[in-house]
């Protein structure tokens, strides 16, 4: 599932966004982007819509499970 986080920096009027292609990927660029940004904006996909990062937290969490183990 794609997931498209929208942010503003700190020192710029305009917001810009970023794609991830799975919540693991998403989580790590909100992770990063909190340190240089003034606000993230926006966190959406086309499933699930506008959520926040503990939704993302539990897509994350539900997507690792049904990830095949390896050995």
């Known amino acids: ?3 498209t986080i929208g942010f503003r ?3 710029d009027a305009g917001s810009s966004a970023v794609q991830a292609a799975t919540a ?3 989580i790590a660029i909100v992770a ?3 340190e240089r940004v003034d606000e993230i904006t926006l966190i959406s996909s086309a ?3 506008e959520m926040g ?3 993302l937290l539990l897509l994350a969490k539900e997507e690792a499970e049904e990830m095949p183990q390896r050995a």
Do not use: C, H, K, S
């Open 53 to 55: 990062v503990e939704m």
């Open 24 to 26: 693991n990927q998403a």
């Open 32 to 34: 990063a982007l909190m």
């Open 9 to 11: 920096l700190r020192d």
């Open 1 to 3: 599932m794609a997931y």
């Open 47 to 49: 499933q699930e819509g």
